[in-house]
């Protein structure tokens, strides 16, 4: 969100008014992912451990389409950043350390439900984590695929 943000105000572009109301939708759910994080059950906390009790986000991407310094840059705000390139290891991880927030390049929205059900099935709580999808252009068909597989907002 920070990377699309600032990539904004790099080019001189002014976001919509739809933009500007669907980044401030996604920071109220990652506000409330955060909050929730603080309330944890005993359960959970060995996994969170691993983390220092951080946000986890699944950064979920084609080989060749990195988001250069997504990573890192969430990384700065205190987010644990796990980037996968294949769906089945981010669902095996996601057995031992669920995510809090799940972020898929456009070419991987079809392991997007399957991360969401998970989560949801395997915490305490049956948190749903935040789902972003990155998208290349202004392909209707695109979006509405991303947000049938789950996704909360489709980023362009």
Known sequence: LTVYLSSLVESGVEASRLQRERSLALLDSLAETVGGAIGMTAASRPARAATGAHPVVYYLRADDRELPG??????????????????????AEGR???PNAVIVDQGM??????????????????RRPVAIVLCDG???????????????????
Do not use: C, Y
């Not at 890192?72 to 980037?83: I, K």
């Open 70 to 91: 997504l990573s890192a840059q969430l990384g700065h705000e205190r987010f644990v950043v796990r980037s996968f390139n294949d769906g089945n290891r981010a669902l």
């Open 96 to 98: 031992h350390l669920p």
């Open 109 to 126: 929205v079809a392991w997007l439900g399957k991360l969401i059900d998970q989560s949801e099935r395997i915490t305490d709580d049956h």
């Open 138 to 156: 202004g392909d209707v068909r695109n979006r509405l695929f991303a947000q049938r597989a789950g996704a909360e907002s489709v980023l362009e």
